[in-house]
């Protein structure tokens, strides 16, 4: 099994956090630190929204600028090598969105996910057939190659196994829509055996899989998201579209997205009962 890694995204968020704060508290602004360093506006605030990486001179010119001692010297190096580390999904990011790179960069290192999918069994959860169907159905629209789907089923498995099945793996709670249980992708034995797969793994301790059913009444009108928690940042909710995705990480809004799942996930199955349910749908697969 994959053993728990820092993620380097997570650590150069956490560096330019760290250098924005360490400005701060000197009372600087992002204009007034650029001119005492003789960089541009810019540099700065691409380094403090981790846009840019810093080399190591430019973080030993701030430390000196913001009066920073040896320890958090050493701590702001510690979070630089880190950074300029590689991480597993760098080998798919010929054939990954930028912005599915960064979220995977990110969910390496959250310790509880929460997932509300309304359309199809999310990515963490599905066979390998049912990951190259639901990939396939999107390639004439988004002009994948061949190779370019097999390297995301590639990475949806390795995915999973480094979330799923790493040591002290994150929490993760997902609400499915019924409607994700019945929609088709491939021939009815690839959905039987997603859907024993999704029993199997309903199962393992830190997973918690619930189903709002059709009848049930539909507490929020939104389409899927990811929300990730963190122990040592703060929380972010992640947006997929057809062509795009992006973060939600102000903090009021991602308190809206978190009640929404808490809403959505009251009015849904409990796990046993979603579990009854599941089995049900893999028996009309049988047909």
């Given at each position: 099994?994959?053993?728990?890694?820092?993620?380097?995204?997570?650590?150069?968020?956490?560096?330019?956090?760290?250098?924005?704060?360490?400005?701060?508290?000197?009372?600087?602004?992002?204009?007034?630190?650029?001119r005492e360093l003789g960089w541009s506006p810019s540099k700065v605030s691409?380094?403090?929204?981790?846009?840019?990486?810093?080399?190591?001179?430019?973080?030993?010119?701030?430390?000196?600028?913001?009066?920073?001692?040896?320890?958090?010297?050493?701590?702001?190096?510690?979070?630089?090598?880190?950074?300029?580390?590689?991480?597993?999904?760098?080998?798919?990011?010929?054939?990954?969105?930028?912005?599915?790179?960064?979220?995977?960069?990110?969910?390496?290192?959250?310790?509880?996910?929460?997932?509300?999918?309304?359309?199809?069994?999310?990515?963490?959860?599905?066979?390998?057939?049912?990951?190259?169907?639901?990939?396939?159905?999107?390639?004439?629209?988004?002009?994948?190659?061949?190779?370019?789907?097999?390297?995301?089923?590639?990475?949806?498995?390795?995915?999973?196994?480094?979330?799923?099945?790493?040591?002290?793996?994150?929490?993760?709670?997902?609400?499915?829509?019924?409607?994700?249980?019945?929609?088709?992708?491939?021939?009815?034995?690839?959905?039987?055996?997603?859907?024993?797969?999704?029993?199997?793994?309903?199962?393992?301790?830190?997973?918690?899989?619930?189903?709002?059913?059709?009848?049930?009444?539909?507490?929020?009108?939104?389409?899927?998201?990811?929300?990730?928690?963190?122990?040592?940042?703060?929380?972010?909710?992640?947006?997929?579209h057809l062509y795009t995705a992006h973060f939600v990480d102000d903090l009021e809004r991602v308190a809206g997205y978190?009640?929404?799942?808490?809403?959505?996930?009251?009015?849904?199955?409990?796990?046993?009962?979603?579990?009854?349910?599941?089995?049900?749908?893999?028996?009309?697969?049988?047909?």
């Amino acid at each position: 099994m994959p053993s728990q890694q820092g993620s380097p995204t997570v650590r150069r968020l956490r560096l330019g956090q760290e250098l924005r704060l360490l400005r701060e508290r000197r009372k600087f602004t992002g204009a007034k630190a650029a001119r005492e360093l003789g960089w541009s506006p810019s540099k700065v605030s691409r380094i403090e929204a981790a846009k840019t990486m810093p080399s190591g001179d430019d973080i030993k010119a701030m430390a000196k600028l913001y009066r920073v001692d040896g320890e958090k010297i050493d701590e702001l190096f510690g979070l630089l090598r880190d950074a300029e580390q590689r991480g597993w999904w760098e080998d798919y990011e010929d054939s990954l969105p930028e912005e599915y790179t960064r979220f995977l960069g990110l969910e390496a290192e959250a310790t509880f996910q929460r997932n509300w999918e309304p359309q199809v069994v999310p990515g963490l959860l599905q066979t390998e057939d049912y990951a190259r169907e639901v990939i396939l159905a999107t390639r004439g629209i988004a002009r994948i190659t061949h190779s370019g789907v097999r390297s995301r089923v590639e990475a949806r498995l390795d995915r999973q196994q480094r979330v799923l099945h790493r040591i002290d793996p994150c929490a993760y709670t997902v609400v499915l829509d019924e409607s994700a249980l019945m929609r088709r992708f491939g021939e009815p034995s690839v959905m039987r055996e997603q859907m024993e797969h999704l029993l199997e793994i309903s199962l393992l301790p830190h997973v918690s899989v619930q189903v709002l059913t059709l009848d049930s009444l539909h507490p929020v009108n939104t389409g899927a998201f990811i929300h990730l928690k963190f122990s040592a940042f703060d929380d972010v909710v992640y947006l997929e579209h057809l062509y795009t995705a992006h973060f939600v990480d102000d903090l009021e809004r991602v308190a809206g997205y978190e009640t929404a799942f808490d809403h959505t996930r009251s009015e849904a199955l409990d796990e046993d009962d979603s579990r009854v349910l599941i089995q049900r749908k893999a028996m009309l697969w049988r047909r």
